[in-house]
């Protein structure tokens, strides 16, 4: 098992449409965003602009979270509610508009891995290749009893190469993932 903790003030910002994108990680490693040639990637973005179109590509399958604020968007033409902390996922090839502005976090997969998820809890247990956390808000976590501080967010993120059984605990809601491979 390798664990990661990456820091959201060590990550450059880029530039998309409607505001910023931090991009945590992507697998893999030597992958592009840009070329669409990635299995996952684990981003957060500020959405700065409303109405703002989110990028789109077909093959993968997304989850989003809002950080901040609830979500107001229009997918394929129809009105979606999310309230703040709730999970939205839709197929990346959507069409979708959003009137919120605010924080978000982005997992970002290919279909064929459908068996990924993403939930909001303080207790998770996975036997997934990567597994992630995703801090709210500063808090402390364990995977399999070993400690880690995060702070607001911050990225946790766990190479399960054995494909072993993890309890991940926090003391706080976080945000959860795993991607199966």
């Known amino acids: 098992m390798d664990i990661k903790i990456i820091k959201k003030n060590e990550i450059q910002p880029q530039i998309w449409e409607g505001g910023k994108t931090f991009q945590y990680f992507i697998f893999p490693e030597q992958s592009s965003y840009t070329d669409r040639n990635f299995d996952f990637r684990i981003s957060s973005a500020t959405i700065e602009k409303v109405p703002s179109a989110f990028t789109r590509f077909s093959g993968y399958k997304r989850f989003l979270v809002m950080l901040d604020e609830d979500l107001s968007i229009e997918k394929n033409g129809k009105r979606e509610y999310y309230l703040e902390h709730e999970v939205f ?33 303080k207790t998770f247990i996975s036997t997934s290749d990567f597994i992630f956390v995703f801090a709210l808000v500063g808090t402390r976590i364990s995977v399999d009893n070993q400690p880690f501080a995060l702070e607001t967010g911050n990225l946790l993120l766990v190479k399960n190469n054995s494909r072993e059984s993890i309890i991940l605990r926090s003391e706080t809601p976080v945000i959860f993932g795993e991607i199966h491979f």
Do not use: P, R, T, Y
Request: a negative charge.
């Open 89 to 121: 996922d839709f197929d990346s090839s959507d069409e979708i508009q959003s009137f919120s502005l605010g924080s978000d976090f982005n997992l970002m997969v290919k279909k064929q891995h459908q068996k990924s998820s993403v939930l909001v809890a």
